[in-house]
């Protein structure tokens, strides 16, 4: 069976893959702290029919050997946390984080998720929650007497109680980063999980240490840039055409080997 069969294949199933990630970034361009996935490849085993340096004959030897590859495969998918455009909503709730950190949020499992999304709502028990129900970590309680609330850029959250002149406290919100964001897992629902790879979570607050300050009013859009993964998705699309070319070259050509007479 020839090499470049099986060779071709790799590289569609690879151009496939890329497709994938590609339909998943342009599925949420409208998702709020989205952040874009970029496939990376490597090439196969090689075998190597003949080594370079081979002596032929006496102060004489193979100055390139021959080696040929056996395809392609995904080796990761990196997410690309380069900064989304703000859109501002004036709600007093939305928090968009100008700069590196992710918020905190305590899931139903006790173990601690991470997010860039700061569309929070207010749940029955006052606490600031994702559109999920998942509460922010550390907690933070807004009064049912609250006529407005205020997020300062370095995470104090207060509120102004009916009947009353001065903003009492309502908590803080942390900002955690990790050595290697790229690492991080996705769990969905624009959570994200610490890993091994990512490091453990570094705890600050906003605006000190490199932390990214916070602002309320406004939320971060996606990171995904639509033009640039059309054209990515054309690159994926005509790589994907010349390796079916190629197995259709090798099936011409084994076609032609059966239909040899003596």
Do not use: C
Not at 13 to 34: E, P, R, W, Y
Not at 109 to 122: S, W
Not at 239 to 246: C, F, I, L, Q
């Amino acid at each position: 069976m020839m090499r470049s069969l099986w060779t071709a294949a790799s590289g569609m199933v690879a151009q496939q893959f890329k497709i994938d990630t590609i339909s998943n970034n342009l599925a949420n361009v409208n998702t709020t702290g989205f952040k874009r996935s970029r496939v990376d490849f490597q090439d196969l085993l090689y075998q190597t029919l003949k080594y370079a340096g081979t002596p032929v004959t006496s102060g004489a030897q193979v100055p390139t050997g021959i080696q040929i590859g056996h395809g392609v495969r995904p080796v990761a998918t990196q997410r690309i946390f380069s900064q989304g455009t703000f859109q501002q909503t004036d709600n007093p709730f939305d928090v968009v984080i100008e700069g590196d950190g992710f918020f905190q949020v305590l899931m139903p499992d006790g173990t601690i998720g991470y997010t860039r999304d700061g569309a929070f709502k207010v749940d029955g028990y006052g606490r600031l929650v994702t559109s999920e129900g998942f509460p922010l970590y550390p907690e933070v309680m807004i009064s049912l007497d609250a006529v407005s609330i205020s997020i300062g850029s370095d995470g104090t959250v207060t509120q102004m109680i009916a009947g009353s002149d001065e903003p009492v406290p309502a908590g803080e919100i942390e900002l955690v980063r990790f050595v290697n964001s790229a690492g991080l897992k996705s769990v969905g629902r624009n959570l994200y999980a610490a890993t091994a790879a990512s490091g453990e979570p570094i705890a600050g607050t906003p605006g000190l240490n490199g932390f990214g300050e916070l602002a309320q009013g406004y939320l971060e859009m996606s990171n995904v840039q639509v033009v640039e993964e059309m054209v990515n998705m054309i690159v994926a699309q005509r790589a994907y055409e010349t390796n079916s070319k190629a197995i259709q070259a090798s099936d011409d050509m084994l076609q032609t080997a059966n239909n040899l007479r003596r």
